[in-house]
């Protein structure tokens, strides 16, 4: 039977027996126990499904994992130590060294070091285009040796919207899989599967969480993208893995499993980025509420976007559910049930009078983080960014009186009350 998504927030992922836990188990054990050594090589020969050490594997994990597939429309997922953390592997599965990726220019800070510095280092070439990129700059990003375009639903901080249709057709035109990172949107307001990505990637630590309470990442598969077709593109799905008894991933576990095994299999046996089973705990009661909480924060976000886009001392809001925003149009179309909490705008008057404003609030904190229950903000300019001038930042698309709000579940009258006495005293 197949539920709607909020009852697969609630209860998917993990069905007990009788007498089983209720809650999902917190199998807090790094290791498995077997009767004979031929059990246990089943399980090496990945012969037979089981457990054995936690930093490949762990029941609590899986239930997790399990429950993000199933509210994505995946066939398989896997939660990984952090958000950094999905996006490497998801990427490292498929292009290593002599690759290369095209990526949408407009993504997290994080992962734009992670390709453009890390990654390269390692040998992996990167493209960036706008996420506004026409159809020949598109086309033009890409190489013999492209095996993924990268992107991100709604991206943080810009708050731009991923057509994630134009680009999976430009992807899937040169035989390489969409990776998208559907962080701020969550599976609750867009499932970019339904649009034609292949992969999906979460820092859970955001929404899904939700509570500010635990770092993670998630990675889940379409098991759309049909690896065998283009074996020359990806020999470590197609060609047998000597460093795993000669398994060939795509041909053992087919389109449905063959990257979350390999993901596993091979790159969290040799980097070891799991999640703790208690932190997967955690996250699961995050996603239980995660549908009740995203409308929320939609809410607030644009109850307070709308408060910030008729104030004088604002000069511009960016948040994809205003009429009139460069994303309105196209947020309409992926998605039509609210966009996320996350509002970036403009004090006139530069970093002091963003640092003059921030000072005032009594309920935004300020903070590195987005996308928990207590609302919170950040002056990129004075922060994350603060080692840039003012020009360095307007190149960047960075003012240096912007302020990214990140609207959490209190009640939006006392938020908008916040800002407004905040704002009155900035002068
Ligand atoms: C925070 C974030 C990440 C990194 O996740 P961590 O859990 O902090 O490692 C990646 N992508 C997006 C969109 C993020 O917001």
Same mark, same amino acid.
């Given at each position: 039977?197949?539920?709607?998504?909020?009852?697969?927030?609630?209860?998917?992922?993990?069905?007990?027996?009788?007498?089983?836990?209720?809650?999902?188990?917190?199998?807090?054990?790094?290791?498995?126990?077997?009767?004979?050594?031929?059990?246990?090589?089943?399980?090496?020969?990945?012969?037979?499904?089981?457990?054995?050490?936690?930093?490949?594997?762990?029941?609590?994990?899986?239930?997790?994992?399990?429950?993000?597939?199933?509210?994505?429309?995946?066939?398989?997922?896997?939660?990984?130590?952090?958000?950094?953390?999905?996006?490497?592997?998801?990427?490292?599965?498929?292009?290593?060294?002599?690759?290369?990726?095209?990526?949408?220019?407009?993504?997290?800070?994080?992962?734009?070091?992670?390709?453009?510095?890390?990654?390269?280092?390692?040998?992996?070439?990167?493209?960036?285009?706008?996420?506004?990129?026409?159809?020949?700059?598109?086309?033009?990003?890409?190489?013999?040796?492209?095996?993924?375009?990268?992107?991100?639903?709604?991206?943080?901080?810009?708050?731009?919207?991923?057509?994630?249709?134009?680009?999976?057709?430009?992807?899937?035109?040169?035989?390489?899989?969409?990776?998208?990172?559907?962080?701020?949107?969550?599976?609750?307001?867009?499932?970019?599967?339904?649009?034609?990505?292949?992969?999906?990637?979460?820092?859970?630590?955001?929404?899904?969480?939700?509570?500010?309470?635990?770092?993670?990442?998630?990675?889940?598969?379409?098991?759309?993208?049909?690896?065998?077709?283009?074996?020359?593109?990806?020999?470590?799905?197609?060609?047998?893995?000597?460093?795993?008894?000669?398994?060939?991933?795509?041909?053992?576990?087919?389109?449905?499993?063959?990257?979350?095994?390999?993901?596993?299999?091979?790159?969290?046996?040799?980097?070891?980025?799991?999640?703790?089973?208690?932190?997967?705990?955690?996250?699961?009661?995050?996603?239980?509420?995660?549908?009740?909480?995203?409308?929320?924060?939609?809410?607030?976000?644009?109850?307070?976007?709308?408060?910030?886009?008729?104030?004088?001392?604002?000069?511009?809001?960016?948040?994809?559910?205003?009429?009139?925003?460069?994303?309105?149009?196209?947020?309409?179309?992926? #998605?039509?049930?609210? =966009? /996320? $909490?996350?509002? %970036?705008?403009?004090?006139?008057?530069?970093?002091? +009078?963003? @640092?003059?404003?921030?000072?005032?609030?009594?309920?935004?904190?300020?903070?590195?983080?987005?996308?928990?229950?207590?609302?919170?903000?950040?002056?990129?300019?004075?922060?994350?960014?603060?080692?840039?001038?003012?020009?360095?930042?307007?190149?960047?698309?960075?003012?240096?009186? #912007?302020?990214?709000? =990140? /609207? $959490?579940?209190? %009640?939006?009258?006392?938020?908008?009350?916040?800002? +407004?006495? @905040?704002?009155?005293?900035?002068?």
């Amino acid at each position: 039977m197949s539920y709607h998504l909020e009852t697969k927030c609630v209860q998917g992922g993990y069905t007990p027996g009788n007498g089983e836990p209720r809650q999902i188990p917190i199998v807090q054990s790094t290791t498995f126990k077997y009767a004979t050594s031929e059990d246990m090589g089943k399980l090496f020969d990945l012969e037979a499904s089981g457990y054995f050490y936690t930093r490949l594997q762990n029941p609590t994990n899986d239930f997790v994992a399990a429950k993000i597939a199933e509210l994505e429309g995946g066939t398989a997922a896997m939660l990984t130590s952090s958000g950094q953390a999905a996006n490497f592997f998801a990427l490292f599965n498929i292009a290593s060294c002599g690759d290369h990726i095209v990526s949408s220019s407009s993504i997290y800070g994080g992962t734009f070091n992670l390709i453009s510095v890390t990654m390269a280092k390692m040998g992996v070439d990167v493209t960036f285009v706008s996420p506004d990129a026409s159809e020949e700059e598109l086309e033009k990003a890409f190489r013999p040796n492209t095996k993924c375009v990268f992107g991100e639903t709604i991206a943080n901080p810009a708050l731009t919207v991923l057509d994630i249709e134009r680009f999976a057709a430009a992807a899937h035109a040169h035989g390489v899989p969409l990776i998208v990172d559907n962080t701020f949107a969550t599976p609750v307001n867009c499932r970019p599967f339904e649009w034609g990505a292949d992969i999906v990637t979460h820092s859970t630590t955001k929404y899904m969480d939700g509570h500010g309470a635990a770092v993670g990442g998630a990675i889940v598969d379409s098991g759309a993208f049909d690896w065998m077709a283009h074996a020359e593109k990806f020999p470590g799905l197609c060609t047998p893995d000597e460093s795993y008894h000669g398994i060939t991933y795509a041909e053992k576990f087919g389109r449905e499993g063959a990257f979350i095994t390999k993901c596993t299999a091979q790159l969290m046996r040799d980097f070891g980025s799991t999640q703790s089973p208690q932190n997967a705990f955690y996250l699961n009661l995050g996603l239980e509420s995660l549908h009740v909480r995203m409308a929320r924060h939609c809410e607030n976000g644009q109850a307070v976007a709308e408060f910030l886009a008729g104030h004088p001392k604002v000069a511009s809001v960016s948040y994809c559910g205003l009429p009139g925003d460069k994303y309105y149009d196209i947020a309409r179309k992926y #998605l039509p049930n609210g =966009s /996320c $909490g996350v509002v %970036s705008f403009e004090l006139r008057g530069g970093r002091e +009078a963003a @640092a003059a404003f921030m000072k005032e609030l009594k309920l935004a904190a300020i903070e590195t983080h987005v996308a928990d229950a207590r609302t919170c903000c950040l002056n990129p300019a004075t922060s994350t960014h603060r080692q840039m001038t003012d020009e360095q930042l307007l190149q960047a698309g960075i003012p240096a009186g #912007l302020v990214r709000m =990140s /609207c $959490g579940l209190e %009640s939006a009258r006392d938020l908008i009350a916040d800002i +407004a006495q @905040a704002l009155d005293a900035v002068r």
